[in-house]
């Protein structure tokens, strides 16, 4: 294993960030924590990060430059042996103190815990290019600490404004490698309140069309939404029924179908 001296990383990007401030994220943290609906899973084999929803597709992105452009593997749980060494959200303080973790706002992730331990001085098998990538693309690195260094830790210290320009910034660096498509795990990042809230949207959008298909050039608008939502409507339906696989799944998952079939009838 790679230990590479601090001296390589370079200045900080993000200094004079406070990466504890809320920077407009509100005030979702230990011990409250975040609510499920505003939290989503960024995917990348079988590491799965849960992070506040505005930051999955830049997570994402990150992973897959970590893994492909700069060959980091990041050990999931299905790695042999069994890791599962990058987390996400954790409703929980800092370790030994009261102070909310970053990780209990969504809005950090470890990468290799193991290898990259909370010590001093730093202990890092992370080169430098993927760390400097986290940095530019808007994460406040660990590794800078002032005291014990947390190499493994990355928490997003820019305001929710600045996810755009740092997701550009990430898909510049990942240039022509291409990501799975986005709905490959449309299921796990759509928690129940939000399919509700999507159905409701979808009863309304039906029931005004049948009453506001009356003006004329509307007809052809309306039509072309109606056909996206089902589209979309279908392509969940069909990632319910297929998740349908573990033990105790099959009642909570029916039972979202047939609400959603009986919301959406008529
Ligand atoms: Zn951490």
Same mark, same amino acid.
């Given at each position: 294993?790679?230990?590479?001296?601090?001296?390589?990383?370079?200045?900080?990007?993000?200094?004079?960030?406070?990466?504890?401030?809320?920077?407009?994220?509100?005030?979702?943290?230990?011990?409250?924590?975040?609510?499920?609906?505003?939290?989503?899973?960024?995917?990348?084999?079988?590491?799965?990060?849960?992070?506040?929803?505005?930051?999955?597709?830049?997570?994402?992105?990150?992973?897959?430059?970590?893994?492909?452009?700069?060959?980091?593997?990041?050990?999931?749980p299905n790695e042999k042996?069994?890791?599962?060494?990058?987390?996400?959200?954790?409703?929980?303080?800092?370790?030994?103190?009261?102070?909310?973790?970053?990780?209990?706002?969504?809005?950090?992730?470890?990468?290799?815990?193991?290898?990259?331990?909370?010590?001093?001085?730093?202990?890092?098998?992370?080169?430098?290019?993927?760390?400097?990538?986290?940095?530019?693309?808007?994460?406040?690195?660990?590794?800078?600490?002032?005291?014990?260094?947390?190499? +493994?830790?990355?928490?997003?210290?820019?305001?929710?404004?600045?996810?755009?320009?740092?997701?550009?910034?990430?898909?510049?660096?990942?240039?022509g490698i291409s990501l799975?498509?986005? %709905?490959?795990?449309?299921?796990? +990042?759509?928690?129940?309140?939000q399919w509700n809230a999507?159905?409701? %949207?979808?009863?309304?959008?039906?029931?005004?069309?049948?009453?506001?298909?009356?003006?004329?050039?509307?007809?052809?608008?309306?039509?072309?939404?109606?056909?996206?939502?089902?589209?979309?409507?279908?392509?969940?339906?069909?990632?319910?029924?297929?998740?349908?696989?573990?033990?105790?799944?099959?009642?909570?998952?029916?039972?979202?179908?047939?609400?959603?079939?009986?919301?959406?009838?008529?």
């Open positions: 294993m790679t230990n590479y001296p601090y001296s390589q990383y370079g200045t900080n990007p993000n200094g004079g960030r406070n990466a504890n401030a809320e920077n407009g994220w509100g005030p979702y943290k230990w011990p409250g924590g975040v609510p499920i609906e505003m939290l989503g899973i960024a995917v990348f084999g079988d590491v799965r990060l849960q992070v506040r929803r505005e930051l999955v597709e830049l997570v994402m992105v990150l992973l897959k430059i970590t893994e492909t452009k700069y060959n980091y593997n990041l050990y999931g042996p069994p890791a599962g060494w990058c987390w996400g959200y954790s409703n929980r303080p800092i370790a030994g103190t009261t102070t909310a973790s970053n990780h209990s706002k969504g809005r950090a992730v470890d990468l290799n815990a193991p290898n990259n331990p909370y010590t001093s001085p730093l202990v890092c098998d992370i080169a430098p290019a993927i760390v400097n990538t986290w940095e530019r693309a808007g994460f406040y690195w660990g590794g800078r600490y002032s005291g014990k260094k947390d190499a +493994m830790h990355f928490e997003y210290c820019w305001t929710p404004a600045d996810v755009k320009r740092h997701l550009a910034y990430a898909y510049g660096e990942l240039g799975p498509p986005k %709905q490959e795990d449309w299921l796990e +990042m759509v928690s129940e309140s999507l159905v409701q %949207q979808v009863s309304e959008i039906q029931l005004r069309l049948r009453g506001a298909d009356t003006k004329p050039g509307e007809r052809h608008e309306f039509v072309d939404m109606l056909q996206t939502i089902d589209a979309d409507s279908n392509e969940a339906k069909y990632r319910l029924r297929g998740a349908d696989t573990g033990p105790g799944q099959k009642h909570e998952h029916f039972d979202m179908l047939q609400g959603i079939d009986s919301q959406t009838a008529g």
